[in-house]
């Protein structure tokens, strides 16, 4: 692995083109950019096409032999059944709009990050062998044959992507990169094309429930070690029935919640606000992962994953699912889930068994997402909080890509927030970097591997950036979101970018302010750490 | 010669051969071919283009529901939403008709446009700042362009009809009423030229879009400008007979196409541009004007959860179910307490 350079090495972007036409230039395969080839074993898992070991420094990628009939068939499929990829293909006019609002272009200056140019790969391509211009013209009709330097190209800067969809926002035409990024990594898989962090996921969750391949016991234990936690610290037993029938609830949750910190302070948080409606739910060790790698790589591999969800609420028999807090999850719950599978006649329209609330905009998805879930509590005065618990805490919050521009989940999360801190403690990133011009995490998309960390830092650039003003301004010490993956890969960020910025969930914070009957009393919140007013500083200003 | 010179020489030249053509063809007595057969095709290799290519478009389906959510999604009733929110992201037809109907009419989205620059910072460099602020320019020069072409065009009619349409001469009087030369300067027709002249600026000028342009997009700029410079030498200087291009335009418009003497020669060159720009626009990135109605990621509501969208071409997907995890598990799950469907 190539030694990451310095923030100060890092941040010198050149954003001026080269000086060779980008059809010309042969793109240079950087370690540090890239993710390694996918494993065979995993690739078995799954049934994926041409398992092999081959590297991507090779020259050889050990392409099999038909490769390119097999993409360019590839191509023709997608054009008859995704309208979206022909009119994608067609339409875009090159104006440049989305050129500078692309993560990794702001990280890099490498035009081919442009999301223009960045489908113009693949346009290219289209051009030359499903349009006359291009079969006649070629290159001065901007198309280019399909060689195996392209198709390095396409797997180089497809997961130079995290299909945040920034640019499709601010395209005049809609035009969505992040579908065409995951059409191309689709036709790339055709071909056994694949990238080993992605893969490994989702073969793991394929094979056992869950990205971080845990078995059953192993989940338990994890969920039992977290509820004990939870009882050392509030002397509040929080436990989870696991794989119960006749639950009302499926509680859902990315595995990421209950495998690391700081997503498993983000877990504890969920079974004490659970615990304190003492809810009917229960969690399974089948479909024990929210996220979806698997959609990362392709539609239907998406949906194999998927599919856990639906299945198991059925067989444990529950009326709806809650979910918690993920980004990507919640895209595919929101935007695939019910076409995949609808429509689901076996769970019920869900209806908060606290407050009564039916989830109005939920009835045939019957999945409730926990920041709704919660706002409606606190909403009907349903929970008892102490917001001075988290008076440590001055957050900023990121809207996280999925949420925001698959989805429009902005309001939610900010009431929970108002109503957990103190006044005055929460404070918004510049306008043009929050909600649905948030800027991505930069790690997202399968792409949170160690070996590409120069790519990941450099794509979060943005993100980190604008955190970092908020802190210098206001004196911000935590960033708080509703993504998993975004507090798997935003601490890594900070303590490149911004030192001593702490990554939270929003959970996290309710569960820490609930105010229990019988509960000890409190001195740290759930990480630990001393509540304004105990501990070690409380003592030095008393004895001064 | 390099990629940006190919790109951009190539059409300048097509551009100038084209009006080359038209003069060669008019002064070797071919006003028959460049007056009525040329345009007769143009028009109908702009609708059969246009018609084909859009029923391409149409039959593939649209399996996801997946619109950018540029706003607050429906929610908990007491979670409001205002206007501008429905419109930019929509729960139904009617809020989807206003986010089309605003993209369509006013741009939305180029409106939303920002740029974004790196503040260096020299003793510090991790210190450096990345800001970004709303940019309008480019929005400004796109609504100039289409909306000055749409009225140059609108203007046009008169040329065909007869009588003309009330609308038109008043439309005419409105773009004329800066009234300090003779014949009354069409400020639209100005504007025309100033805009596309902005746009193929900002091509030729910015590194990054320099470096994205085609010749693709080179051309119906210099195509555009070759037409709206024409028609304004036509109009100002090099005055033609009006009544005899009103003949022959009346002509073709009623499927009688006469060919009358002694319209000069930069008429037709003006005729010939404008049928080009016809016959190439299904063929073209100008196809985005119809396009965008078409673009699945604006004209979808985003009601995937309370109403279900339906994929005509879904199918059944391999996957393990609970039973395979059970038996790969069973015993360490009893071991765990965890319940099993199977005790063997």
Redesign the interface.
Known sequence: MAKLPTPAELIQVNYKPPAQGWMDLKTELRPGYYVNAAAPKWMNMIDYPFPRAWSVADEDWKLPEDWKERVLQGIQDRLERFRSLKVFFDICVRCGACADKCHFFLGTGDPKNMPVLRAELMRSVYRRYFKTAGKLLGELAGARDLTEDVIKEWFYYLHQCTICRRCSVFCPYGIDMAEMTLLGRELLASVGLNIDWALASVAQCYDKGSHIGATPQAFKDMIDFMAEENERITGISTPVSINRKGAEILFVVPSGDYFADPGSFNFMGYLLLLKYLDLDYTMSTYAAEGGNFGWFISHEMGKRLNAKMYEEAKRLKVKWILGGECGHMWRVCNQYMPTWWGPIDFLEEPVSPITGTKFENATVHKMVHISEFTADLFRHGKLKVDPQRNAHIKLTYHDSCNTARGMGIFEEPRYIINQVLPEGHFFEMPPNTIREKTFCCGSSSGINANENMDIRMLGGLPRANAVKYVAEKYGVNHLGCICALDRATLPTLMQYWVPQMEVTGITEMVGNALVFDDELERTTDLRDRDLVGFGEAAEEEEAE | M???K??FL?PLIAVLGLVALAYIGVKADLTFVFGVVIPYLAVLIFFEGLIF?II???????????P????????????KRSLADKL??PENRLQVFGRMAL?ILT?R??F?????E?QPNQE???D???I???YKW?WLG?IAFHYAFLIVILRHIRFFTQPVPHFVTALAEADGFVQFYIPTVYLTGVLLVVAVTYLLARRLY????????????YFPLLLIMAIGLSGILMRYFYKVDIAAVKQLAVGLATLRPVVPDGIGVIFYIHLFLVCVLFAYFP?S?L??AP??F?????NTA?D????????P??YP??????MH?EDD?RE??I?????VEKEK
Request: some cysteine.
């Open positions: 390099d990629f940006f190919r790109h190539v290519r391409s478009w149409a039959r593939s389906p649209v399996p996801f529901k997946i950018s959510t540029c706003a607050q999604g429906k929610s908990l009733p007491w979670i930019d992201n993209e741009f989205s180029l939303r446009n920002t740029r974004s790196l510090k460099p991790e450096s700042r990345l970004h602020w709303s480019l796109a910015t590194p990054t879009l320099r470096y994205i342009s085609l010749a693709a997009d063929f990135k196809m985005h396009g965008v078409f673009s699945p990621s604006r985003g995937n959860r309370w109403k279900l969208h339906v994929n071409w879904n997907v391999k996957f393990h179910d609970y995890q598990y360490a799950m071991e765990a307490g965890l319940p």
